[in-house]
């Protein structure tokens, strides 16, 4: 049975203790020439959308992609060359992660709002990268809405890694966006609390698996399993 699944990263993987945050304003700054009078607003947002909405704010316009891009990744190299000193990995994350690469027949990658270079900073200053097929991942760069980064994502997986058509994917975040990705692409979603968001909520976005965190790998094998048989 094959089964892409795309984990997102902050919240569901890791905590990184306000550092995105600190990257959003210091790219902002590096760019305006002062700082953001607030902090941006994250919320399972693409870094286009997320970086987009601080330049409207402050009534400036929004330089050219690539500038923005190459701001995001000066930051969060210099935030996050020394592992494990920002942030930490969330509750048997590891375990989760290396079940899921190890199972026959899956494609276990990420889908996240970060860009590339940031993401994989991330999860290589936690010993996470070498647990997921980042190749195939979707990223902030690929696309502004959430969505369209899960086409972005099975694309890659049927071209780098032969995966058939009809695949199924799951998404496993901690925002309602991930639902409302997977809902809107027809993918599976596993909601997990371990963000902002309270499990009512995701449920209320239409999350029919709704899990604390990803402590328990039994069970999250047990879920995956159910979608990758549909």
Same mark, same amino acid.
């Not at 991942?137 to 049927?158: C, F, H, I, N, T």
């Not at 902002?196 to 604390?212: I, Q, R, T």
């Given at each position: 049975m094959e089964l892409i699944v795309l984990w997102d990263i902050d919240h569901t993987l890791i905590e990184n203790s306000g550092v995105s945050k600190e990257i959003y304003a210091a790219a902002f700054s590096a760019l305006a020439g002062d700082p953001p009078t607030g902090p941006a607003r994250t919320e399972g947002r693409t870094d286009r959308l997320i970086m987009r909405e601080l330049f409207v704010r402050h009534g400036l316009s929004e330089p050219d992609w690539a500038v923005v891009e190459a701001a995001l990744a000066l930051a969060g190299e210099e935030r996050l060359k020394i592992p494990g000193e920002r942030g930490t990995v969330l509750p048997r994350v590891s375990e989760a992660l290396k079940a899921a690469s190890e199972h026959d027949?899956?494609?276990?990658?990420?889908?996240?709002?970060?860009?590339? $270079?940031? $993401?994989?900073?991330?999860?290589?200053?936690?010993?996470?990268?070498?647990?997921?097929?980042?190749?195939?991942?979707?990223?902030?760069?690929?696309?502004? &809405?959430?969505?369209?980064?899960?086409?972005?994502?099975?694309?890659?997986?049927?071209?780098?890694?032969?995966?058939?058509?009809?695949?199924?994917?799951?998404?496993?975040?901690?925002?309602?966006?991930?639902?409302?990705?997977?809902?809107?692409?027809?993918?599976?979603?596993? $909601?997990?609390?371990?963000?902002?968001?309270?499990?009512?909520?995701?449920?209320?976005?239409?999350?029919?698996?709704?899990?604390?965190?990803?402590?328990?790998?039994? &069970?999250?094998?047990?879920?995956?399993?159910?979608?990758?048989?549909?």
């Open positions: 027949g899956w494609i276990s990658s990420v889908l996240t709002g970060n860009i590339a $270079a940031n $993401a994989r900073l991330k999860l290589s200053a936690f010993h996470l990268a070498p647990l997921l097929d980042l190749p195939v991942g979707a990223y902030g760069a690929d696309a502004e &809405q959430r969505p369209d980064l899960v086409s972005v994502a099975r694309k890659r997986a049927q071209r780098l890694r032969g995966v058939r058509v009809d695949v199924h994917v799951v998404l496993v975040g901690d925002t309602p966006r991930d639902v409302e990705a997977a809902l809107a692409t027809d993918s599976g979603i596993v $909601a997990v609390a371990s963000g902002v968001h309270s499990p009512e909520e995701l449920a209320a976005a239409g999350a029919d698996v709704v899990l604390p965190d990803l402590s328990d790998t039994a &069970q999250l094998l047990r879920i995956l399993e159910r979608f990758a048989a549909r």
